[in-house]
């Protein structure tokens, strides 16, 4: 698994307003938007493409167009969806699908409650936007299922990690045969006894969205 730390001083700059638990619900969205659409540019470096020729008005040129099928960008929700817009901006011919998963509290372990997604995704280059890697469990469930439907090459992006997240992740995903990648602003230092990044930026769903 191939872990890219975004060292880029505008990332870092987003990232610590994020932090700062004063920062209000409409600043952290604009933000995590922003920040996401920088994400983005590193995660799709590898994006599959095609050669086309144009004309230009003084003469033929040899460019590129994203190849076919198109890359899918799966939120996963809740928080995910604080980070699609800043994705699809860069990527507007995507196609964009749904997985609904959540964490329980007390034992950790993830459980998928929606999905809307193609049933073959073979030949599929799958983004998947989950704000904090923190256990690793939800996205590894997340990936794991996204391979069983026949993704080809996998790449996580996530605000910020731990350390532990992403040990899990390469734990859980040995021997899969499947390229995965992690686009991440930061690794912080460790995980709290209650699961939460620490420092973190607290609960990215309710700064996104409030407390519901
Ligand atoms: N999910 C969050 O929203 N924040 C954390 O710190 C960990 C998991």
Redesign the pocket.
């Known amino acids: 698994m191939r872990v890219h730390v975004a060292d880029h001083p505008l990332v870092a700059h987003k990232l610590t307003t994020l932090r700062d638990e004063r920062t209000d619900s409409p600043t952290f969205r604009r933000l995590a938007d922003e920040l996401v659409t920088l994400l983005a540019y590193e995660a799709t470096r590898d994006v599959r493409v095609v050669p086309v020729e144009v004309r230009t008005p003084v003469s033929p040129a040899t460019g590129v167009r994203l190849s076919s099928p198109k890359p899918l960008v799966v939120p996963i929700l809740r ?1 995910g969806l604080g980070m699609l817009d800043g994705m699809v901006r860069l990527l507007p011919t995507a196609e964009v699908g749904f997985l609904g998963m959540v ?1 329980d509290e007390q034992t950790l372990t993830a459980t998928t409650y929606a999905t809307r997604l193609p049933d073959d995704l073979h030949g599929r280059q799958c983004y998947v936007l989950d ?2 890697l ?2 690793g469990g939800t996205l590894a469930a997340a990936i794991r299922f996204l391979v069983e439907r026949g993704a080809d090459d996998i790449t996580a992006i996530c605000l ?1 990690s ?1 350390p532990e997240g992403i040990e899990r992740l390469e734990r859980d995903l040995e021997g899969l045969d499947v390229p995965v990648s992690v686009v991440t602003a930061a690794v912080d230092e460790r ?1 709290n006894e209650l ?4 420092p ?8 996104l969205y409030g407390v519901v």
């Open positions: 928080a964490r704000p904090m923190a256990t910020l731990a995980l699961g939460y990044i620490v973190g930026l607290g609960d990215a769903g309710d700064r």
